[in-house]
């Protein structure tokens, strides 16, 4: 799972920007696609989500949770893109 994630990496995450899903505070760092689903322990897998969107998301596959907040993710996130594009097969156009 690529290894523990130094907590300075969940820091500047957390400070990267508002709730990738909804636009709200950020305030818990979410696994784009969730550990239990093969999602990695990685920069490359964490995003900023507020409390709200991280506790609905859980352990759902982007293909699984409310389309507007994924769709959100995805517009605001290439990390959230390109895990959408893998779960749902779609072509990215970017
Ligand atoms: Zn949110």
Redesign the pocket.
Known sequence: MAGPVPAQVYREILASGP?V??G?AAEHVDHVRPLSQGGWEHESNLVP??E??NLSKREKLLDRWVPE?VLHGVLASVKVAIEYARVTGAELEM
């Open positions: 709730c899903y909804c709200s989500a507020c709200a969107c907040r």
